[in-house]
């Protein structure tokens, strides 16, 4: 069966340029979550998303950051003015949240690199 | 503030050597407890969720418990395909939202 995809798999770009990531979840799955994993930092979450909206989006860590969910499937997530330590793996997430399933299934996730 | 611990950072085991990780947590409002596995440039692979103190899950070689302080991953006779590092995680709180990470213990498991 279809996991959850991402793209693109690898991004390399700019100080400075904008970039933006594309998660499409499990078929069904009404909640989705974005991480971000960094070298010495672990697993770190970055917002989540029921059905359209965002409950919470405490671990987003500055103003350039955004993300938003459409029809209640595919998300994406937009940093803007990229700096060098937004470098990271952007992991996403999704989960059915129903009959006692509120495991969370990650995608392979987006390395991007800011030169 | 809510906190999750692992150790051993790293675990180095001959084949067929059985071993323990550790997560020890810290949160108010337990929800659930999660253990995945993840191989290098991958995704993590979801492996078990518990719920309450005193369960127990298996999957082959895999082995969780929990108790009201901490959760073990037994690896029983492991094989070299289960080198990974295990990630331990917690749900708090009142939504099914956000899962706070421990660090992960590398495991090697050597021929």
């Known amino acids: 069966g279809a996991g959850v995809s991402q793209s693109p798999s690898n991004k390399v770009t700019e100080k400075g340029k904008d970039v933006e990531l594309r998660c499409d979840p499990i078929s069904g799955h009404t909640a989705l979550y974005w991480y971000r994993q960094s070298l010495g930092q672990g697993l770190e979450f970055l917002i989540y998303?029921?059905?359209?909206?965002?409950?919470?989006k405490s671990g987003l860590p500055s103003d350039r950051f955004s993300a938003e969910r459409t029809g209640g499937s595919v998300s994406t997530l937009t940093i803007q003015r990229t700096q060098q330590e937004d470098s990271a793996v952007y992991l996403c997430?999704?989960?059915?949240?129903?009959?006692?399933?509120?495991?969370?299934?990650f995608g392979p996730g987006t390395r991007l690199t800011v030169l | 503030e809510d906190q999750v611990t692992q150790s051993p950072e790293a675990l180095r085991l001959q084949e067929g050597e059985s071993s323990s990780l550790n997560c020890s947590y810290t949160v108010s409002g337990l929800r659930g407890l999660f253990w995945y596995r993840q191989d290098p440039g991958k995704g993590p692979e979801f492996l078990f969720t518990l719920y309450s103190a005193g369960e127990e899950k298996e999957k082959e070689r895999l082995k969780a418990t929990l108790t009201k302080k901490e959760s073990f991953l037994h690896i029983t006779a492991p094989k070299p395909e289960d080198s990974a590092t295990y990630l331990c995680?917690?749900?708090?709180?009142?939504?099914?939202?956000?899962?706070?990470f421990g660090a992960g213990t590398q495991v090697v498991v050597t021929p």
């Open positions: 995680a917690v749900q708090a709180g009142d939504s099914w939202g956000k899962l706070q």
């Open positions: 998303f029921q059905g359209n909206s965002a409950p919470d």
């Open positions: 997430a999704s989960s059915l949240l129903a009959g006692g399933n509120y495991e969370q299934f």
